[in-house]
C-alpha cells in the first residue's frame, strides 16, 4: 500500500510538472505576442513621423521599438535613415551595420550605408555597399546611380558609364540618370553625347537646373557661349541660389568680352558659396588669358 501510494503521488508531481509547463508556455507566447506589437507598435508610429520629417520623434519610436525587439533590423535601418538626415553620418552607419548583422540579406541597408559612406568620402566603402545591394536586389535602381556617382568621382568613367546605362536601362524616364550619363560623357570627351543626354533630361524633367548648368557647360566648351548663357539663365531662374551656374555664366560672359556683367556673376557665386572660389579664380584666369591671346 505504501508503494502504491508512493507512485501515486510520483505521478501526480510529474502531472503538475506538465501542467504548469503549459501554463508557462501559454504565458511566454503571450508576452511574446505583446512584445511583438508593442514593437510593432512604436516601429509603425516612428515610420508616420519619419515620413512627415519629424526626425527626433521618429529614432525616439525607433529606440522604444528596439527595447520591446532588440533584433528588429529594419527599426536599425529606418532609425539609421533618420540620423542620415539629421547629419549624424557615423551614427547612421553604427545602426545600418546592426541592420545588416541581423538581416546579411537587407539590400536597402547596405545602399543606406552606401549613401552615408559616400558623404563621408569613403568612395571604395559606398560603391562595395552599392555593389552588395544591387547583388542582393539587381532591380535597386537607385544604387545603379549612386555607384555610377561614386565611380565616376573615383574616375572610373567606363564604370561609370555602365552604371548610368543600366539605371536608364531600369527607367528611361528618369532625368536624372541622363544628366549624370551626360556628365560622364563630357568627361570622355563626348561633347555631342552629352549634349544628347542633357536634352533627354530637360524633355523629361524641365524644371532640372542641374541639366540646364551642364549642358551650359558642354555648350561652352563647343564654343557656342551664347546658347551657354541661355542655358545658365534658365538655370539661375529656376534656381536662384545656384551658385555654380552664376559662375559658369559669368566665364561665358568674360570669354564674351561683357567684363562688367562676368565681375556682376563671379560677385553673385562668391557670395552664395565663397567655397568655389580658388577654382573658379583658376578658370578665370585661364579665360583672361585666353581672351588676351586673342587680341
Known sequence: MRKIKMLSIAVNRRRGRCFLA????????????????????????????????????????????????????????????????????DGSIVDYRRAIEINPRMALAYYNRGKARNDKGDLDGSIADYSRAIELNPHLIAAYNNRGNARKDKEDLDGAMADFDKAIWLDSHNAAFY?????????????????????????????????????????????????????????????????????????????????????????????????LMPALQEQIEKVKQRYLSKQ
Do not use: H
Open 179 to 275: 544628366n549624370n550619363r551626360g556628365l560622364v560623357r563630357r568627361a570622355k570627351g563626348d561633347l555631342q553625347g552629352a549634349l544628347a543626354d542633357y536634352d533627354k533630361a530637360i524633355r523629361i524633367n524641365s524644371r532640372l537646373a542641374d541639366a540646364y548648368s551642364n549642358r551650359g557647360n558642354a555648350r561652352q566648351d563647343l564654343g557656342d557661349l551664347k546658347g551657354s548663357i541661355v542655358d545658365y539663365d534658365a538655370a539661375i531662374s529656376l534656381a536662384p541660389s545656384f551658385a555654380k551656374a552664376y559662375g559658369n555664366r559669368g566665364l561665358a560672359r568674360l570669354s564674351q568680352g561683357d567684363r562688367a556683367g562676368a565681375e556682376k556673376d563671379f560677385d553673385q557665386c562668391f557670395k552664395l558659396d565663397p567655397t
Open 22 to 89: 503549459v501554463i508557462l508556455l501559454v504565458v511566454a507566447s503571450l508576452a511574446q505576442a505583446q512584445t511583438s506589437r508593442s514593437a510593432a507598435t512604436y516601429f509603425n508610429r516612428g515610420n508616420e513621423r519619419y515620413q512627415k520629417g519629424e526626425w527626433d520623434g521618429a529614432i525616439a519610436d525607433f529606440d522604444a521599438a528596439l527595447i520591446f525587439d532588440p533584433r528588429l533590423a529594419v527599426a536599425y535601418n529606418m532609425r539609421g535613415c533618420a540620423r542620415y538626415n539629421k547629419g549624424d553620418l
